[in-house]
């Protein structure tokens, strides 16, 4: 499956939204000497500026054997088991998902963007071809798309990919047909302005003290990673590498950091696995020096990639850091295939 091409879509917006709230008022009993109430000043209810992970999703309309309920199911198992939430169906998503998946094929292209002109064009870049297909405006959309039919295994088996399908997003749209696989990515609910990309702030956030890493707890993966099978490469000069190990902590601000103090791997008889750990660019400073500096990942995002495949048996990873000065730590175990 690692032999599938992966493509991502726009990184997260390294930016956030700074919201200003007036209020006030007051009057006065015009110099009446009776008891007045005291004055109230009118609200405006306040939008949510997140919600918190679900636990379920509404079924999808998907039909009974049809890749893409397989897709939808797989997907959100695996963010339920994560902490990060479930993801509900959007029809229009998976309207756009579906013509970027044919304009693909007709054209012999793998991308995220469209070339007007081009036979079955429907929009630039993914939020334009979401918006064609009747979604609403006023989001964030974001897309991963694979040629593979086993896109969640092949996503969960990378760097960039897997960070994009487990974050903050909320609603999805799939295509799965032909050897394609598409999933468009919705972010509403405090989104504060909308149009291509993931933002960091906005959708499901975890709480501030959660975590959520993958492998999960006892997960069976394949030991196996082809770097040059994502693009971009998060590993250009290796030729094949170890499953990735992600660990990442909510993150919706702009001065949030998650920095690693130690993040190791011991496999079959405790021996250290060689790795290296990729962070992103405002945690480098207060990372431990081996630290790769990784623009690409998101904030609260740190890896742990396998220099070499790992061997069949089970293996055991182990994190220590801080998310904004505040220790953080972990060690869960999972099994390479």
């Known amino acids: 499956m690692q032999q599938?091409?992966?493509?991502?879509?726009?990184?997260?917006?390294?930016?956030?939204?700074?919201?200003?709230?007036?209020?006030?008022?007051?009057?006065d009993d015009g110099g009446s000497n009776e008891p007045s109430t005291p004055p109230t000043t009118p609200t405006t209810p306040q939008e949510p500026t997140s919600v918190p992970p679900a636990t379920s999703a509404p079924a999808p309309s998907y039909p009974s054997g049809d890749l893409r309920l397989t897709t939808f199911n797989d997907l959100n198992d695996y963010r339920i088991k994560m902490g990060v939430g479930a993801l509900r169906?959007?029809?229009?998503?998976?309207?756009?998902?579906?013509?970027?998946?044919?304009?693909?094929?007709?054209?012999?292209?793998?991308?995220?963007?469209?070339?007007?002109?081009?036979?079955?064009?429907?929009?630039?870049?993914?939020y334009d071809q979401a918006v064609t297909a009747g979604a609403s405006k006023n989001q964030y959309v974001s897309q991963a798309a694979d040629a593979s039919a086993f896109c969640v295994d092949s996503f969960k088996n990378s760097v960039y990919h897997l960070q994009?399908?487990?974050?903050?997003?909320?609603?999805?749209?799939?295509?799965?047909?032909?050897?394609?696989?598409?999933?468009?990515?919705?972010?509403?609910?405090?989104?504060?302005?909308?149009?291509?990309?993931?933002?960091?702030?906005?959708?499901?956030?975890m709480s501030v003290d959660s975590v959520?890493?993958?492998?999960?707890?006892?997960?069976?993966?394949?030991?196996?990673?082809?770097?040059?099978?994502?693009?971009?490469?998060?590993?250009?000069?290796?030729?094949t590498a170890g499953h990735p190990i992600m660990?990442?902590?909510?993150?919706?601000?702009?001065?949030?950091?998650?920095?690693?103090?130690?993040?190791?791997?011991?496999?079959?008889?405790?021996?250290?696995?060689?790795?290296?750990?990729?962070?992103?660019?405002?945690?480098?400073?207060?990372?431990?020096?081996?630290?790769?500096?990784?623009?690409?990942?998101?904030?609260?995002v740190v890896f742990l990639l396998p220099t070499q495949p790992l061997v069949a048996g089970t293996y055991t990873a182990t994190f220590s850091g801080a998310r904004n000065g505040v220790a953080v730590s972990k060690s869960w175990s999972f099994t390479a295939f």
Request: hydrophobic share 35%; with cysteine.
């Open 4 to 27: 599938s091409k992966l493509a991502l879509s726009a990184l997260v917006t390294a930016m956030t939204l700074a919201l200003a709230a007036c209020g006030g008022g007051g009057g």
């Open 89 to 126: 169906q959007d029809p229009a998503l998976d309207i756009a998902a579906d013509n970027h998946l044919s304009y693909m094929k007709t054209n012999g292209v793998f991308s995220h963007e469209e070339i007007a002109g081009k036979p079955g064009f429907t929009g630039t870049n993914p």
């Open 164 to 205: 994009g399908i487990t974050s903050n997003q909320e609603s999805i749209g799939i295509a799965n047909r032909d050897s394609y696989c598409v999933m468009n990515f919705g972010v509403i609910t405090g989104a504060k302005g909308s149009g291509y990309g993931l933002p960091s702030w906005g959708g499901q956030q």
């Open 212 to 239: 959520a890493y993958s492998p999960v707890d006892g997960e069976k993966v394949w030991g196996s990673f082809t770097p040059a099978g994502e693009s971009p490469n998060p590993a250009p000069d290796l030729m």
């Open 247 to 300: 660990f990442r902590v909510p993150a919706p601000n702009a001065g949030d950091v998650l920095t690693v103090t130690s993040f190791s791997l011991t496999g079959p008889g405790g021996a250290t696995v060689s790795a290296r750990v990729l962070v992103p660019s405002d945690a480098k400073a207060g990372s431990v020096n081996t630290a790769v500096e990784d623009a690409r990942l998101y904030r609260g």
